[in-house]
């Protein structure tokens, strides 16, 4: 399975999108500084992935998502009360 996330820095309540084939992990790659993207705003939350089957489905996901702004706003609006806590 692949899976498209979206994890949000308790610090400073930035989002950050990406993908992975194992979720926890890359999730634990992120709290421990080792991508230089988020290395900042440590540490994250996950809150929300969506999984697929197909590694290119998971990349075109991840790509709507960062590269379009109708899609990346629908999506905070649905996780309107995940992303408040």
Do not use: C, W
């Amino acid at each position: 399975m692949y899976y498209v996330y979206v994890i949000k820095s308790e610090k400073t309540s930035n989002l950050y999108i990406g993908y992975t084939n194992d979720l926890k992990a890359r999730l634990n790659q992120h709290n421990m500084g080792y991508s230089q993207a988020t290395k900042a705003h440590i540490p994250y939350k996950l809150v929300y992935y969506e999984a697929y089957k197909a590694k290119p489905d998971a990349i075109a996901r991840e790509q709507k998502l960062k590269h379009f702004k109708q899609g990346y706003s629908r999506l905070k609006e649905r996780l309107k009360f995940s992303l408040a806590e």
